[in-house]
């Protein structure tokens, strides 16, 4: 059972590129957050989704963010005109379902914007 | 409001010494789960253990502990005999009925051979 992959593991956009980040979540799960880590900052929610539908996006920045996770495929992250200040590790994770179930992380995606 | 605070942000010890981790969060939600991550230098984030509001035993795995507290909104991670394979940041992770986590800026901890 693969955990959750995350690709590229690294991506170079330069400014005002788009960025598309992938995460196929765990087999049997169809919880998907995803977070970004900025240096010596702890991880910060962006959003939460289930097959096909955004739960909670509170923590998405309103312009250039946006992320889908369809019926069939990855959960895609895609963040549109990027700037330096985009530059951070985003980490997905997944969970069998809410609340209590323990998310498993994938590596993340380290995106440099330059 | 939903909060994290990991306050020690680096640590040193020696191998084999005992060392604990601090957490203390904070929510007004009446059930909730606590989970303490590894970050080793490669990236990945690694689960190492989940509580939930309702159990306050302490827990043992091997070189590892964990004791939390609700009176004093504390779960604090104790690792006995450690090692160089033990160096990785550590995140402290709060998830309530809003099915988010909250986690706390990390502890970056170095063993010392």
């Known amino acids: 059972n693969a955990g959750v992959m995350q690709n590229p593991r690294h991506l170079v956009r330069r400014r005002g590129q788009e960025a598309r980040l992938r995460c196929s979540p765990m087999?049997?799960?169809?919880?998907v957050y995803w977070y970004r880590q900025l240096p010596e900052e702890g991880l910060k929610f962006m959003v939460y989704l289930q097959k096909e539908n955004i739960i909670d996006e509170s923590g998405m920045p309103k312009e250039r963010f946006s992320a889908e996770f369809p019926k069939e495929g990855p959960s895609i992250l895609r963040i549109q005109q990027v700037v330096r200040g985009d530059s951070a590790a985003y980490f997905c994770?997944?969970?069998?379902?809410?609340?209590?179930?323990?998310?498993?992380f994938g590596q993340g995606t380290r995106l440099t914007v330059v | 409001a939903q909060k994290v605070t990991q306050a020690q942000t680096e640590i040193s010890v020696v191998e084999k010494e005992v060392v604990t981790l601090d957490c203390v969060y904070e929510?007004?939600?009446?059930?909730?789960?606590l989970f303490w991550y590894k970050q080793p230098p490669s990236g990945e984030l690694v689960f190492l253990i989940r509580?939930?509001?309702?159990?306050?035993q302490n827990e043992i795995s091997g070189r590892y502990s964990w004791n939390f507290q609700k009176s004093t909104s504390s779960f604090n991670f104790t690792i006995t005999a450690s090692q160089v394979v033990d160096s990785a940041v550590y995140f402290c992770?709060?998830?309530?009925?809003?099915?988010?986590?909250?986690f706390g800026t990390g502890t970056s901890l170095t063993v010392i051979p």
């Open positions: 509580r939930n509001s309702f159990d306050e």
């Open positions: 994770a997944s969970s069998q379902g809410p609340r209590g179930t323990e998310a498993f």
């Open positions: 087999k049997g799960h169809s919880h």
């Open positions: 992770a709060l998830k309530t009925s809003s099915n988010q986590f909250y």
């Open positions: 929510t007004r939600d009446t059930t909730y789960y």
